[in-house]
Every structure is written in C-alpha cells, then in structure tokens.
C-alpha cells in the first residue's frame, strides 16, 4: 500500500499504528493525520531513535498496512 492510501484512511490506519507503536497517544495519531513525515518525527521522539531507523519502522508499517 502506498503512503496516499493509507493518509487517505487514516482513521481506520490508526488503530494499526497504535499497536505498533504504543507510546503513541491518540493526541499524537490525530496531529500526525496521516502526514509520513510527522508519523516518522513522533515515532523518532517517543521512541529516542534515529531518525533512519524510524524510517525503516514507517516503511515496515507500510508495507504491512491491512488498509
């Protein structure tokens, strides 16, 4: 599934994100609204990682996305 689809349904995507990224609050999935960038941003700040391994964990969740 590519990045359009899934900020186009990213209310149901949500959920996915939240069970794969627990630290994540509702506040935080509903600013992000689907934006790639401020999901990669969120998951690098919540997480303390680099920003390339949160990359890499948006790119799993993409490609993995049941959307």
Do not use: P
Request: charged residues 40%; aromatic residues 8%; negative net charge.
């Amino acid at each position: 599934m590519n990045w359009d689809q899934i900020e186009g349904k990213w209310k149901q995507v949500k959920g996915q994100a939240r069970q794969k990224w627990g630290d994540l609050t509702d506040d935080d999935l509903d600013r992000i609204h689907g934006k790639r960038d401020e999901l990669v941003g969120t998951v690098q700040e919540r997480y303390g990682i680099a920003k390339e391994e949160a990359e890499k964990q948006v790119r799993e969740f993409e490609g993995s996305c049941n959307c």
